[in-house]
């Protein structure tokens, strides 16, 4: 039966590559790993450029390494940017390995790729959600929008040398702890981590990172927005958010230093952001129990959100509504 799986597995993954090279959209897969190590994940050509989708499509894995959607480069090459611009919509992404502070797989992994999209996506119990990374590259475009991103295991959001990512209307969940062992669940992240690339010589930095209209719930009080360098705050933005925390105030780290909500703001973060519990009326779903009108409008481009009764089904896309009356925070729309 395993070999069956395998099999099957080595087929999907065969007939995505043929698809992304000759129309540059994969749409409709179902694809589930069972490699407990090392996965190199939906591993997408770079050879030449692409106008690339990844559309509506289920990923299930429990590798402790690697990737599931592997969109792009780890490291300055030939193949940098060739996928700029790529759409990564409407897909679930679930992870069902063993929860230790030392994984750090990646859901999706879109390195030294500028303008990319990454919005109507279900990320469930991923190490490390949504990576970005680049040496030094600047966004016009794109961003990271209306997404679920439920119990993440160390870090949600990386923005890592790369400038200018936009990071709108996310519902964020994570019920994990602090860390105490890298054997051990824990994170010692935030929620968004936002660093230099420190595997380049000079680093390069993330500046103009922009997080507006999102919502933050913790059970614990682990960090929800991490900037690791002065450098990295120039051009930084965050407002116009929810934080909500089971365990007390909303904690924020800030050149490796620790801070609440009120020291937050104090430093001129966040002052329009509200600390409320949005009530959801589930933790699957993620639909509050009333409309939360706390956002700011950030035009046409971003309108359109998660209906309140989207689901993911391989193949189809989850059921849109687009933003009315005041700006609702968060992925799910009224």
């Known amino acids: 039966m395993k070999k069956r799986i395998l099999i099957a597995l080595c087929v999907i993954l065969y007939l995505s590559s043929c698809e992304s090279q000759n129309n540059g959209i994969i749409e409709g897969t179902i694809v589930s ?12 050509s770079r050879n030449k450029p692409v106008s690339f989708i990844f559309r509506n499509n289920s990923v299930t894995s429990v590798n402790s390494g690697g990737y599931m959607l592997q969109a792009g480069d780890e490291a300055p090459g030939s ?9 990564i919509s409407g897909n679930k992404f679930i992870w069902n390995g063993i929860d230790i502070a030392a994984t750090i797989t990646h859901g999706i992994f879109l390195g030294y790729n500028k303008n990319v999209l990454v919005k109507y996506n279900y990320l469930y119990r991923i190490p490390t959600g949504i990576v970005l990374k680049s040496n030094g590259m600047t ?7 209306y997404n679920i991103i439920n119990k993440t295991g160390t870090i949600g959001v990386v923005v890592k040398g790369i400038n200018g990512i936009n990071i709108f209307n996310n519902t964020f969940y994570s019920d994990q702890v602090k860390w105490t062992s890298k054997l051990k ?14 595997g380049l010589n000079p680093l390069k930095y993330s500046k103009g990172t922009k997080i507006r209209n999102n919502i933050f719930y913790t059970v614990h009080q682990i960090c929800n927005i991490n900037i690791v360098e002065e450098v990295d705050a120039e051009g930084f933005e965050s407002d116009y958010n929810i934080f909500w925390c089971e365990s007390g105030t909303p904690m924020f780290k800030y050149l490796g230093v620790e801070k609440t909500f009120a020291e937050w703001q104090a430093l001129g973060y966040d002052t329009h952001s509200r600390v409320i519990n949005p009530n959801f009326i589930n933790f699957t779903d993620f639909v509050p129990s009333i409309r939360l009108d706390y956002g700011i409008d950030l035009g046409s481009d971003w309108k359109t959100g998660l209906s309140t009764k989207a689901v993911w089904k391989a193949g189809s896309s989850p059921a849109t509504t687009d933003q009315n009356s005041a700006w609702q925070v968060g992925a799910r729309i009224y």
């Open 79 to 87: 193949t940098n940017n060739n996928l700029d611009g790529e759409i």
């Open 33 to 44: 790993n069972n490699r407990s190590g090392f996965w190199s994940g939906i591993n997408i």
């Open 185 to 198: 669940p824990g994170t010692p992240y935030g929620l968004v981590d936002i660093y230099a690339n420190d």
């Open 139 to 145: 966004n016009v475009s794109g961003g990271v929008a």
